[in-house]
């Protein structure tokens, strides 16, 4: 069984920073891609980083310059460095791993709420 767990989120004012990490743990042969992901209320689910296991990084638009995504292979954790927090960040943070266990799969964590006051 593989399991993703989020940590580090929390209420921040604008122009503040939060740091969240999740650690894949498990029956694990090797992790992939990982990403954050991020649903406000009465909205979609959207991408909001990803990076490759060689740490080739993507980002949305809307965070490119404040967030970075990092990554640590031996522990099988992703980070999300985020800066210059805006009210419109806020929403609960999952993330997400292509996990190779016996065959891959895809595994969420249980998201972690990010609010931003303005």
């Known amino acids: 069984q593989v399991r993703l767990v989020e940590s580090g989120g929390g209420l921040v004012q604008a122009g503040g920073v939060l740091r969240l990490s999740c650690a894949a743990s498990g029956n694990i042969f090797r992790v992939n891609g990982m990403g954050w992901y991020r649903q406000a209320p009465g909205k979609q689910r959207e991408l909001v980083a990803t990076?490759?296991?060689?740490?080739?990084?993507n980002y949305a638009d809307s965070v490119k310059g404040r967030f970075t995504i990092s990554r640590d292979n031996v522990k099988n954790t992703v980070y999300l460095q985020m800066n210059s927090l805006k009210p419109e960040d806020t929403a609960v943070y999952y993330c997400?791993?292509?996990?190779?266990?016996?065959?891959?799969?895809?595994?969420w964590g249980q998201g972690t709420q990010v609010t931003v006051s303005s």
């Open positions: 990076i490759t296991r060689g740490a080739v990084t």
């Open positions: 997400a791993a292509e996990v190779v266990s016996g065959t891959a799969g895809d595994y």
